[in-house]
């Protein structure tokens, strides 16, 4: 404590007796130190416990700032957040993501690509093929994005998706010229698309590109057959054997060419040997040459090609062709279940289907029935030639004869080409006594039958034809009626 009139050791101001501080510059006259620097001394070095203390704290907070950071960056790159959302099994979450993304204006094809492929993982091809083809104008270098856009496109029905496939393989095509696997699914896009042309002349680029297996030349072959330049199909398809030495399906192609040049014993050897050896599409190699037997009448040849093998699906042409196979050998049940299915529901067959229902159950005489398949098939596809014909014989079997010779006039009305209505128009007038109408009409049969007619059948009509002639000459004196229906000399 100060004694009477002493100074501040620190600044020499006068203290009063029982100060403690100085109140001039804040000395602590017990001990001689500053107030203020022993407050700095303090803070300046704290207590060893607290830095650490401190240091910890300073370090979470860094910690939770990298956290935060690293949520931000997340945040601000969708593509990485889309990538979170699928591998966490929500594709649906990521997609929204991207989809919020590009609308917004982005234009990142690798967005788009991810996208794409998440599109595509969910089955929403048509959103799939979108994605995919924006990648690829984004990025017109990045064939793949091309391809797989074409890709999701084949998944889409109809016109839209072919023509989706064209215009992104030409794309990709354009920027890729020596890209040889796009320049054959081009090729397949344009065929399937029916442009046998353009097919063509992708083939011809895939060949220059080397084409070492030869499926461009047997692609090539096929669309130069299909253009019916038999000649350079048969080149090409030579040409791709050559590269496929034993090949089934170029063989069982060859046979196919010959057919359709009418060389009907080379298809057959071709098919056969083509079939021994094993073709791609076995069954189909075999019901073509079932088809080929026939044309020929050698329905017992054809039938154990066209039979179609357990589990299989089979296309409704083969399937029809096989019933008239079994109704032509009599095995009226057996078409019956062929043909049932085919008639029930609408489709290219549905009418010839329903038709042979109805002479099966005429056979069986079973008149309404036959009928209802008649009027089935006149739902599907209106009244034909071959409709009319039968309901003129269905008519007859009735007894009402009236009715029988108006539906077969109105058959020749539909097709005055369909020989079978003229047969059964000049049979019923020659047995209502009207002979000159009957040989006329059974004149006009045999001029359109020709060489489709059954010989035995043919042989009995001409037979009728001649004795018809003879009694018509007798009773009209001389003169009888033409093919065309006017009077003219007998013999012509």
């Not at 083939?203 to 047997?218: H, M, N, T, Y």
């Not at 329905?299 to 699906?313: I, M, T």
Request: glycine letters at 10%; proline letters at 3%; one cysteine or more.
């Amino acid at each position: 404590m100060a004694h009477r009139d002493e100074k501040c050791p620190n600044c020499g101001s006068v203290v009063s007796e029982g100060d403690i501080i100085c109140i001039a510059c804040g000395t602590n006259l017990l001990t001689g130190q500053r107030i203020l620097e022993e407050k700095h001394k303090a803070i300046d070095s704290p207590p060893r416990n607290y830095r650490g203390l401190i240091i910890g704290f300073l370090s979470l907070l860094l910690l939770a700032a990298l956290i935060g950071a690293g949520i931000w960056v997340a945040m601000q790159d969708p593509k990485r957040e889309a990538m979170r959302h699928y591998s966490a099994g929500n594709p649906l979450d990521g997609i929204n993501v991207l989809r919020e993304f590009v609308e917004s204006g982005a234009e990142d094809p690798e967005a788009y690509l991810l996208l794409g492929k998440l599109y595509l993982d969910t089955q929403r091809f048509a959103e799939a093929a979108d994605a995919f083809d924006r990648a690829n104008e984004l990025n017109p270098q990045d064939a793949d994005a091309g391809l797989m856009a074409v890709y999701a496109a084949t998944q889409e029905q109809g016109q839209a998706g072919r023509n989706r496939q064209i215009a992104v393989l030409h794309r990709v095509v354009e920027k890729h010229p020596q890209h040889e696997q796009a320049q054959m699914l081009l090729a397949l896009a344009l065929g399937a698309n029916k442009d046998y042309s353009g097919e063509i002349e992708a083939l011809q680029k895939v060949i220059e590109l080397g084409d070492a297996s030869g499926k461009a030349r047997f692609q090539r072959g096929i669309a130069q057959g299909l253009l019916g330049d038999y000649e350079a199909a048969g080149a090409s398809l030579q040409e791709a054997l050559s590269a496929n030495a034993g090949n089934g399906d170029i063989e069982a192609m060859q046979g196919i060419l010959a057919n359709l040049k009418g060389e009907a014993d080379l298809a057959i050897a071709k098919l056969q040997q083509a079939i021994g050896k094993g073709t791609a599409l076995q069954y189909d190699m075999q019901a073509h040459l079932g088809l080929i037997h026939m044309t020929r009448g050698e329905f017992n040849k054809a039938l154990p090609l066209l039979r179609p093998p357990s589990g299989q699906d089979v296309s409704p042409a083969i399937r029809f062709f096989y019933g008239v196979c079994l109704q032509t050998l009599n095995l009226d049940q057996e078409a019956a279940e062929v043909f049932e299915p085919l008639a029930a529901k609408e489709g290219p067959y549905s009418t010839d289907a329903a038709i042979q229902m109805a002479m099966i159950a005429m056979n069986q005489s079973n008149l309404s029935q036959a009928q209802e398949y008649l009027r089935r098939a006149t739902q599907i596809s209106g009244g034909t030639a071959k409709m009319h014909t039968l309901q003129g014989q269905i008519a007859m079997m009735q007894g009402d004869l009236e009715a029988a010779q108006q539906a077969f006039r109105s058959a020749i009305a539909a097709d005055d080409t369909y020989p079978a209505a003229h047969l059964e128009n000049g049979l019923l007038y020659i047995s209502r006594g009207l002979l000159a109408e009957g040989l006329a009409e059974l004149e006009r049969y045999m001029a359109l039958a020709g060489e489709t007619a059954d010989n035995t059948s043919l042989g009995q009509i001409e037979l009728l034809v001649i004795q018809l002639r003879q009694t018509v000459e007798r009773e009209s004196g001389g003169s009888t009626v033409s093919p065309t229906g006017a009077t003219g000399e007998i013999g012509v």
